[in-house]
């Protein structure tokens, strides 16, 4: 096997998910309210979330951008509001943001790829924002007791966008628990693959029960998600609109296995990671993000700092790009990079001149470690990558 054989896409266990898939189509049922006497997939699934994360909702919808939305609005987020996000996360943040009608206001990151909080308490005094919705970029988790008791202080509701952080903890809780709350996606490149889907997770009826709502559990479909606190859900029925963004059994289908066994695929995961960082470290130019001892992390990619000069930067990205190997640059100014703010064309972004975000991103390239990725192809990939760059 050689670096051309390698599959950097994405792949989809079919072993895993077979059984269950098999199930939801033999059902003839795929919308998640067609199952009136029995849990349907999308019940089941939430279920898992639920027991995994050890929340007491969880509602699966159509994204994790959806998710962002619904929590959003569920928590009280208008057109008259500003809602504080990292500037670095990825284009359907702050998307989600303005489809409340709401002003995205971008705070500064660190070296670690988190939230800096000198820049966090700055905008919440000088925005007068009262909501921080908090993306764990590529897994990183930043010091959640510090953030906690910075919104405390200020009075902010916190949201986490847990998209990528599924699996991930912070002292032995889970990322998306710590907030009002917290949203995972099921996009393909996540850990848990389902193509498209999203999962909020929340502590507060109040808030499940307007998602529900939202979501599109139109009618008398809301008594199929939960016997709790029905005198909650009545005070919202036809009181919200509803945007129809359920997630369908099919969906549900191939997650919950995935669920399942999430454990041991973290621990894969982890286990490439590890090897790819030993190997990576004979090149002393090469660094990677120093992480607290109180994350246990989930590594579905890894970050790779390389202290060279601009122009050897970009020489750099082209040979890797000529090599085929899709290692992501997200200091790029240009069309093609998601996940730099000066890109987002969709707001003002000359308003924030954040040098440490523009800085850290340019010194980052980040590449994708697939959960079926294995050692071999951990230690093609390692030589490949010191080949080109000591030959830089
Ligand atoms: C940090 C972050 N948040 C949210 C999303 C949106 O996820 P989805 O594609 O499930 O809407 C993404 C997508 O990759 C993401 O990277």
Known sequence: MNINDVSW????DLKLVESSFNKAIESKKLFRYQFKNA???VNLFEKEIRDY??????LGVSSATSAIFLALKATGVTSSSKVLIPAFTFTAVPSAVMQCGAEPVLVDITENYVIDFDDLEAKIISSGAKYLLLSHMRGHVCNMDKVISICKQYSI???EDAAHALGVKWKDKHAGTFGLAGIYSLQSYKIINAGEGGVLVTEDPNIFW????????YENNYLLHSSEQLDIASQYKNKLPVFNLRMSN???SIATPQ???IESTIKKLNDNYNQLIILLSNNKSISFVPESDSIRPVRDSIQIRILIDEAKRSKLHSKLNSFKIPISYFGGLNNTNARLYKNWQFINTNKYPLQNTVRNLSEVFDLR??????????EIIAKELLKIIDGI
Do not use: N, Q, R, W
């Open 369 to 378: 470690l697939p959960i079926h990725f294995t050692p071999e192809i951990i």
């Open 39 to 41: 849990p349907s997939f």
């Open 157 to 159: 509701s916190l949201i």
């Open 259 to 261: 669920v399942e066994c």
């Open 9 to 12: 896409e994405a792949e989809l």
């Open 210 to 217: 307007k998602s529900v709502f939202m979501s599109g559990s």
């Open 53 to 58: 994360v050890g929340t007491d909702f969880a």
């Open 250 to 252: 099919i969906t549900a």
